[in-house]
């Protein structure tokens, strides 16, 4: 919940927030979407350099806003060259059919090698999207 305040003859405005948590915490990462994409068919996205790989683990978020038809599949992949991609082991995230929301997470002490992406497969039209991961530090 949230209260929003504005001092009687203007100035700054001021809010209150109260959020539930699922025991997880707060994690900040990166996108691997521009925002909420909506993608039309099965491909991959375009990759982020983080510089270096690194073996403390990952965890990554899938919000599905909507989707057209069919069963879209989102996994992250890693690549040491930024040519050849592979799923990361624990990153893929359950088949989507319709609005939903999954984190997921690498097994601690896992290595993400330096260029990551999102890739989405399945048959399907307009999943409107959005992908973030963090690296476990």
């Keep these: 919940?949230?209260?929003i305040t504005r001092p009687a003859g203007g100035g700054a405005i001021g809010t209150a927030n109260e959020f539930s948590s699922n025991d997880i915490g707060i994690e900040f990462g990166k996108m691997l979407t521009a925002h909420d994409d909506t993608i039309a068919s099965a491909?991959?996205?375009?990759?982020?350099d983080d510089g270096a790989a690194t073996t403390a683990g990952a965890s990554a978020a899938l919000h599905?806003?909507?989707l057209g038809s069919g069963t879209a599949t989102v996994a992250v992949q890693d690549s040491a060259d930024n040519i050849t991609f592979a799923a990361v082991a624990g990153l893929g995230f359950t088949a989507a059919t319709g609005r939903t929301s999954q984190r997921v997470a690498t097994a601690a002490g896992a290595t993400l090698r330096r260029y990551v992406r999102h890739s989405v497969s399945g048959t399907f039209t307009n999943a409107k999207i959005a992908v973030a991961y963090r690296r476990d530090i």
């Excluded at 491909?43 to 982020?48: C, E, I, K």
């Design 43 to 48: 491909g991959d996205g375009t990759s982020v």
């Design 64 to 66: 599905v806003f909507s």
């Design 1 to 3: 919940s949230y209260n």
